[in-house]
């Protein structure tokens, strides 16, 4: 596996709405790999494709033990309620974090790496983590939601 560059913010892939995965070959198998030790090693819940320059609708989470790593390809959100209001940062903008209001409860359709449709529903943290790598494939950014920033003492 390979350790890839994270793009950080400003940088037009990540406010650019990623294309739907057609292909299902090793190369996105690599990727999902890459993107994972990546993410685990920059000490991230999630990570987005653009957030690798790849502009494609793809993402890994791995946010709870109970999960554990989960690959989302072309996900869509079927159902969200509750109200969650909580803190997030982005390996996309280091050092920078402010409160978000996510849903508490999310159910999501994606694809596996082989292609196969699932359905899996999340709540708490989990929820709020593939909420905003899926928000990265529609080009939306944590920043634009934020209704405080945190001052780097707050999170200590």
């Known amino acids: 596996m390979a350790f890839l560059e994270i793009v950080k913010h400003p940088n037009e892939v990540l406010e650019t709405p990623c294309d739907r995965v057609l292909d299902f070959d090793k190369k ?3 990727l999902l790999n890459d993107m994972y030790e990546t993410m685990l090693t920059a000490d991230g819940v999630g990570l987005a494709a653009p957030q ?18 989960i690959d989302l390809i072309n996900p869509v959100i079927l159902e969200a309620r509750g109200e ?27 694809q596996n790496r ?26 939306v950014l944590f920043t634009s939601k934020v209704t405080r920033y945190y001052e780097p003492d707050e999170l200590e």
């Open 52 to 69: 690798v320059g790849v502009s494609k609708q793809i993402a890994v989470v791995d946010a709870d033990d109970k999960h554990g790593r």
């Open 28 to 30: 996105l198998t690599k």
């Open 114 to 139: 082989r292609g196969k449709v699932f359905v899996m529903e999340a709540r708490g943290f989990l929820a709020r983590a593939i909420q905003h790598e899926i928000d990265h494939l529609h080009g």
């Open 84 to 110: 969650q209001i909580g803190p997030e940062g982005c390996l996309s903008f280091p050092d920078l974090f402010g409160e978000v209001k996510r849903a508490d409860y999310v159910k999501v359709r994606a």
